[in-house]
């Protein structure tokens, strides 16, 4: 009954490759997040989707697309990956206005 | 710009001892106001919230946060600490109809014996 999941947990790859985290809420939500979490802990957006459209677009490398195939999901494609791109991505969703509810994170670590 | 403050990195608190964590914010206008808890390896939990009301606002596992306008605060509070209340805290602040929320750096809490 996980209200809001990430998958993986844990991501080591290489720099250069390109990966993709998954996000899913059954939380009947309409607004889905994406957050970075950088090593000194500190929380940014990234990405706000609403009813499956873009809404909000942080100063974010395009190397970084997500994709929401639905309102339950909210998936984040990296493309070239480099080592700054370690961090922990949380993926997060709310009804329009309302609170924010989190996912576990992933863990991604660049080599 | 709009802005959340936590101006204690670390908080060092004896185990029984009361709690308060402090956080500031700067916004155009009254914000809505959070506290979420992140332990070790896990996501955010959220423990409370402010939209409007009564401007002292109890949540989950005994803890509770005053708003007071004039000093554009949010402090959190907790009368008698326990050992698994170790963990970091996150003040977040988002503007009404907001699509997101800035969050503060944190407060890292540690329960001493």
């Known amino acids: 009954d996980t209200a809001v999941s990430q998958t993986p947990k844990y991501l080591v790859t290489q720099m250069g490759n390109d990966k993709s985290i998954k996000c899913e809420q059954n939380?009947?939500?309409?607004?889905m997040y994406w957050y970075k979490q950088d090593s000194k802990k500190f929380l940014k957006i990234m990405f706000s989707?609403?009813?499956?459209?873009?809404?909000i677009n942080e100063t974010v490398p395009n190397r970084f697309s997500p994709k929401s195939p639905d309102k339950a999901h909210l998936n984040l494609h990296i493309n070239s990956l480099e080592l700054g791109d370690s961090a922990v991505y949380f993926c997060?969703?709310?009804?329009?206005?309302?609170?924010?509810?989190f996912g576990p994170g992933t863990r991604l670590t660049v080599l | 710009a709009q802005s959340v403050t936590q101006p204690d990195i670390h908080i060092t608190v004896s185990e029984g001892a009361s709690l308060e964590l402090r956080c500031n914010y700067s916004?155009?206008?009254?914000?809505?106001l959070f506290w979420y808890v992140q332990s070790p390896g896990q996501g955010l939990q959220l423990l409370l919230k402010?939209?409007?009301?009564?401007?002292l606002v109890q949540g989950i596992k005994g803890f509770e946060a005053e708003f007071k306008r004039s000093q554009s605060s949010f402090n959190l509070r907790k009368p008698s600490v326990h050992w698994s209340d170790a963990a970091e805290y996150f003040c977040?602040?988002?503007?009404?109809?907001?699509?997101?929320?800035?969050f503060g750096k944190g407060t890292m809490l540690l329960v001493s014996p």
């Open positions: 977040a602040a988002g503007s009404p109809g907001y699509s997101t929320l800035t």
């Open positions: 916004y155009g206008a009254t914000p809505y």
């Open positions: 997060a969703s709310s009804s329009s206005g309302d609170t924010q509810y």
């Open positions: 402010y939209f409007s009301g009564d401007t």
């Open positions: 989707y609403n009813n499956k459209e873009l809404i």
């Open positions: 939380l009947g939500h309409d607004t």
